[in-house]
């Protein structure tokens, strides 16, 4: 004759599946804000980089508009 588990062990068994399911959800909401905080903090500095590229190609501009004056007045 076959032996079945008792209903206790399997009901024991079941709400340790369902635990383990909360667990997993849990890691994998972690995981998505850790990347969400990553990504934000990675767009922040991309932000601050393209300000500087812009200020400095603000001043490549001037400094060349300042260079082609100074040409035309020698001339």
């Known amino acids: 004759m076959v032996e079945l588990p008792s209903c ?4 024991n068994a079941s ?3 369902s635990i383990e399911q909360e667990v ?24 601050e980089l393209m300000e500087k590229i ?5 001043q490549i501009q001037e400094r060349d508009h300042k260079g082609s004056l100074i040409t035309h007045r020698q001339v």
């Open 54 to 58: 812009s200020v400095l190609e603000a």
């Open 15 to 17: 709400a340790l599946c």
């Open 24 to 47: 997993k959800e849990e890691n994998t909401v972690n995981v998505i804000a850790e990347i969400s905080a990553e990504l934000l903090r990675e767009r922040e500095k991309n932000a």
């Open 8 to 11: 206790a062990s399997l009901v």
